[in-house]
């Protein structure tokens, strides 16, 4: 593995730009969730420094074509909508600082009406439960600066009854602990200013056990590496300042070993096939663990440093990283 | 892609490429019939009765089928659901109806065990209350056997098992069946946790039972220790196990018994350290034990203080990874230490410092 020493950024770039022509069965089974497809590979592109490349206006307007009546956004053009792809809408609104286009009133009175009388959210008007949809919630309203239009206290109490004897989190009360879940969790309570919820020495250490030999982390104890949870685990232990618990630098070469040198992207372990998913997983755990030349990225909002800085900030764009 | 080997350039594509080519192009043609109808129901929702016909359900079902991931094709079955039941009132043939959806399922966990939609929408029909709850724990046994781990199983079970009223009592008896399978199952452990914690803080729970509880986990837990030291499964639960023991500390007659368990496990610790010596595992948690048993035992808390520093000094070369880990463990002994230290000279020193205001 000797040429996957260093980040195939280039590569990367031109496999990302690459996906919206793709018409086989990934891509086709994909079409629900392009929404999150988008968010994930804009976010790697502004990481790598290239969002620039990008058709603003047409990547907007089909976003705005996403937008149901009431308020939140489906996976794609005339799909349902539902609170994950509401998310992703606008995080790629603020990656453009493009958050004019649209209504936060709006959309802020779709996700406040999907909580529920015990602080939890429903992802849909389906009703199914799932503290993944109370980070999407917290996170879009705060980004939207509309988190007094919801029960917060309610939400991270939700969140915390979520808590296991391992310290980590589930989906629901009695769920078993998942790293996304948990990422999830500790990203909703550190938005929510409810942090105090979380264990840090607990969790910490059990998310620094997700590090296996070869480097990569897994999600749960005794099951494979993968590099997702380069994010989900990372994330959360830089939110819990813990992060220097686990191996940095044995993390950053296994993400590195499961880049295509070829073709561009990352996939989950080295020699699988790549996808985008694991492709934005692996440049921003990378830029987690601050790997040159790419832009820092914020672990609760999972958005540039700079763009989240000019949400409430009104900052202008940092240069880019040389 | 989860776990599918990457295609390289110039190399033959595998035999499942083929098909999938096949199901790309099935998909491409189903899913925009399938947009405009579901788009036609949803505007029309209010007033006009929509068809859901037979054909267009058969085309819905096979349209999960090839992407279970599909989840507005989910929310079509449940409108349709509501629609056709809201004018069927024969109870078989609404068993049926839900029967259907379950069947509908079931082919798309086979193609996908770990589907978000899928898994709720199984749970939405069985919300209807027109299936049975003892069938749902029959075809769960399978799936768990096929993949003890799967989180959305043991999800759905715990559902059904509140649904169904089970207690605590009789549900914690497939966790016992399922670590007795394979210890290294996490997720029985936790579920076990989650069981015991119930149980423990049932009204009217006498002390007596809950310490006796707790030993007998320390009993079964120990077991899978001795089949693969390195298993991270069962530390994590054994972990629990003695936060719940110092929990118990201050209730009538724990003290004593609280070191009697302490005692008895750091001597099972040191056995086990004998016939593995290198296991990392049994060293953080003898070094625990230890520092716990120095809180509460005055007298030996500079043997046991003393013993766990060794053990975590051990541990940084034992295993480099988490090294940081145990060097914060060693500070954090050092940093207690060091207050204790001061809370002594400050005790001392009471007098000289009111010399010292009041000149």
Known sequence: MADSEELHLEKHVDYIKSLDKKSDFDAVAMEHLR??????????????GRLGDMNVDEIVAWILKCQDECGGFGGNYQHDPHILYTLSAVQILCLFDRLDAVDGDKIAAYITGL?????????????????????????????????DKIDLEKACDFVARCKNFDGGFGC????????????????????????HHVDK?????????????????????????????????????????????????????????????????????????????????????????????????????????????????????????? | MHGRPRQRPGQAPSPLHHQEQAYAVELQKLMPQFLQSNRTCWVFDVGVVCSYSAEAMNQNARLL?????????????????EEILGRETDEEARKGIAQ?????????????????????????VIGLGLSSLDAELVLLKK????????????????????????????????TTDKINENFSNYSAWHNRSALLSEISKKEGTEINRVQAMLEDEYDFVKNSFYTDPDD?????????????????????????????????????????????????????TLARLLLTHASYNTSSRKSDTDEARTHFEELCSLDPTHREYYQYQLSMLSSKELIKDRSSLTTQHEGSEELQLKS
């Open chain 2, 100 to 124: 259907r959806e379950l069947d509908v399922v079931v082919r798309a966990l086979r193609v996908n065990h770990k589907c978000y939609g899928a898994w709720y929408h199984r749970k939405w």
């Open chain 1, 201 to 322: 020495d607990l969790l910490g250490w059990w998310l620094a056990e997700r590090q296996v030999k070869s480097g990569g982390l897994n999600g749960r104890p005794e099951k494979l590496p993968d590099v997702c949870y380069s994010w989900w685990v990372l994330a959360s232990l830089v939110i819990m300042d813990r992060v220097h618990w686990i191996d940095k630098k044995k993390l950053a070469q296994f993400i590195l070993d499961c880049q295509d040198p070829e073709g561009g992207g990352i996939s989950d372990r080295p020699d699988d096939a790549v996808d985008v998913f694991h492709t934005y997983f692996g440049v921003a755990g990378l830029s987690l663990l601050g790997y040159p030349g790419l832009k820092a990225i914020d672990p609760a909002y999972a958005l540039p440093v700079d763009v989240v800085d000019r949400v409430f900030y009104g900052q202008k764009k940092q240069p880019p990283v040389s």
């Open chain 1, 35 to 48: 929404m999150s497809g988008a968010y994930w590979g804009l976010t790697a592109l502004d990481i790598m």
């Open chain 2, 232 to 284: 991270q499964s069962g530390w994590f639960y054994y972990c629990w196990l003695l936060e719940q023991t110092i929990a118990l500390v201050g209730t009538p007659g724990s003290d004593v018994w609280l070191m009697k368990v302490l005692d008895k496990e750091i001597e099972a610790c040191r056995e086990l350290l004998e016939l593995e010596s290198n296991s990392k595992w049994t060293k953080l």
């Open chain 1, 172 to 195: 629901i009360p009695g769920g078993e602990s998942h790293a996304g879940q948990i990422f999830c969790c500790v990203g909703a309570l550190a938005i929510g200013g409810a942090l």
């Open chain 1, 115 to 147: 909580q529920n009388e015990d602080g939890s959210f429903a992802g849909d008007e389906w009703g199914e439960v799932d503290t993944r949809f109370s980070y999407c919630a917290i996170c879009c309203l705060s980004l939207l600066k509309r988190l």
């Open chain 2, 65 to 81: 089928e090839l992407n279970p991931e599909f989840y507005t094709a989910w929310n079509y079955r449940k409108r349709a659901v």
């Open chain 2, 143 to 174: 799936l768990l056997r096929l993949d003890g781990r799967n989180f959305h199983g043991w999800d759905y079970r715990r559902f059904i098992v509140k649904t169904k009223g089970v207690p605590p009592e009789e549900a914690i008896l497939f």
